[in-house]
């Protein structure tokens, strides 16, 4: 079992910066391939970046290439996202999800555990 906690969300103008973290607990995290998804209401929730539980593999979501940065530090048990080049299109609740898959792997159904949820805001 793996508890997800999310932080780092907020509000921000267009061209800025967050960076968002997600803390995990429980065993094994190592061996989890992780991945950010975010959800604006009435919208489904879609990938924006994912990586493998070495790091080998990542992927993005085509909105986000060039502007998002996934990485991972399994000596911390935490996986972050580095969103630059902000746009308001990019509001939405961000979701940090954990999968036993060991690739870096793209849709919601392939994760197994969920966290809580930051909002993350840009204003134009």
């Known amino acids: 079992q793996v508890q997800l906690v999310e932080s780092g969300g907020g509000s921000v103008q267009a061209g800025g910066s967050l960076r968002l973290s997600c803390t995990t607990s429980?065993?094994?995290?190592?061996?989890?391939?992780m991945g950010w998804f975010p959800q604006a209401p009435g919208k489904e929730r879609e990938l924006v970046a994912s990586?493998?539980?070495?790091?080998?593999?990542?992927k993005y979501g085509d909105s986000v290439q060039g502007r998002f940065t996934i990485s991972r530090d399994n000596a911390k048990n935490m996986v972050y996202l580095q969103m630059s080049s902000l746009k308001p299109e990019d509001t939405a609740t961000y979701y940090c999800?954990?999968?036993?898959?060991?690739?870096?792997?793209?849709?919601?159904?392939?994760?197994?555990?969920w966290g809580q949820g930051t909002q993350v805001t840009v204003s134009s």
């Open positions: 999800a954990a999968t036993v898959a060991m690739v870096a792997v793209t849709t919601v159904e392939e994760y197994d555990y």
């Open positions: 990586i493998s539980f070495m790091s080998s593999s990542k």
């Open positions: 429980g065993r094994g995290f190592s061996s989890y391939s």
